[in-house]
């Protein structure tokens, strides 16, 4: 690439673009968000699924004491690495209360069943003595909490914040995915028909139209049926769909290099094909390549929340902003249309960013400018 437009001239020049700086702030936050998921998430336990019905559909900074108590069946903790990637099972039920006290070796508490509604809970907790300590020092310190939900609960009493920066995961997968498998083929494909042309050309160009041709949401809902529904499946059956906007633009770029001056001179040295356009053409199509690549990673995002919107994307219980979505948009008419609103906006803002960084950088690229 041309020292014009060397790495640190394209950063220094987004700097200066107030939206672009929001934009990358956007994306650099979800970005941190998505790696430390589960260090940050109030519920940490896995795709944050921990379900307490009594607080279904609670308003942002609702608050209530828990009452941890013991499962029966302890189960089985992975390492802390596993931890940080797919979180810490619960050893605990919890249990929402209005107080508690101790007679002798049981636990009294008051059950929150509803707003005006409660009921009485005997939990014995002689086995949790320790000699020294008492029962009630040990059980206010290691099995009543009090959480706060930010952002409220939804249907089935599950912490929306901590869902919310879990799902974040699967937009920024889905993303870095589809870009990575699109620009793959688009960059082969495009390259070698704009370099070769004939019937190298005609026969990508075919290719091209014909699945220009069919609307993406029917591509992907294709590709779906035919590899299954899953976490990874979505990812490759959107990358599918999306190379050949890619595939077309490097082609036209291609035809344009190909003519140049140092194209011919590293004909004359002997340079094979592949290393002339690996070496010396890629490179210099770096710019359209950024573009395409941000233009990319927002239309996946779109594509993927649309496709769990529909109930063939993410499965639950793993988080997603569109499933979130779907999971709640007939609370849009209630008084609860937080619910679907709150990742909503998450997808807006996340699009938006992107979007934005790509218009600022097709204009920093833009030699013309």
């Known amino acids: 690439m041309n020292s014009e437009f060397s790495e640190h001239t394209i950063l220094r020049k987004l700097l200066k673009k107030p939206s672009a700086v929001v934009a990358l702030a956007i994306i650099t936050l979800t970005c941190v968000v998505a790696v430390f998921a589960y260090l940050l998430a109030p519920d940490n336990t896995p795709y944050a699924n921990r379900m307490i019905i009594e607080l279904a559909a609670k308003q942002p900074g609702f608050k209530k004491q828990l009452l941890l108590v013991p499962k029966q069946i302890q189960q089985l903790q992975p390492s802390k690495l596993v931890q940080w990637f797919a979180g810490k099972p619960s050893d605990f039920t919890a249990v929402p209360i209005n107080g508690y006290w101790v007679e002798g070796d049981v636990l009294f508490a008051r059950h929150y069943v509803d707003d005006g509604m409660e009921d009485t809970l005997q939990y014995v907790i002689s086995s949790l003595a320790i000699s020294g300590e008492k029962s009630l020092e040990k059980i206010e310190r290691n099995q009543i909490e009090t959480r706060v939900f930010w952002l409220g609960t939804d249907r089935y009493g599950r912490d929306i914040l901590s869902r919310l920066i879990v799902g974040s995961r699967v937009s920024i997968a889905v993303g870095f995915v589809a870009v990575i498998l699109s620009l793959t083929i688009g960059i082969v494909l495009g390259s070698l028909a704009g370099y070769f042309g004939g019937i190298v050309d005609n026969a990508v160009m075919w290719i091209i139209n014909i699945l220009w041709a069919i609307p993406t949401l029917l591509l992907v809902f294709a590709i779906t049926l035919t590899i299954g529904k899953g976490f990874w499946e979505i990812f490759v059956a959107i990358g599918l769909t999306m190379w050949v906007s890619a595939a ?113 950088l097709r204009d920093v690229l833009d030699v013309r400018s």
Not at 282 to 293: E, F, K, Y
Not at 304 to 330: R, T
Not at 344 to 353: D, E, S, T, W
């Open 248 to 360: 077309r633009l490097i082609r036209g770029q291609v035809l344009v290099l190909r003519e140049m001056e140092y194209v011919t001179a590293a004909k004359a040295l002997g340079l094979s094909d592949m290393r002339i356009i690996f070496r010396h053409i890629l490179p210099n199509i770096a710019g359209p390549l950024m573009v395409i690549a941000a233009s990319n990673f927002a239309t996946a995002i779109l594509i993927e929340a649309g496709l769990s919107f529909l109930g063939i994307g993410v499965q639950p219980p793993q988080p997603s902003w569109g499933l979130m979505i779907k999971e709640h948009y007939n609370f849009l008419l209630t008084n609860r249309p937080l619910l679907a609103i709150i990742p909503g906006i998450a997808i807006m803002l996340l699009v938006y960013a992107f979007n934005v960084l790509g218009n600022a």
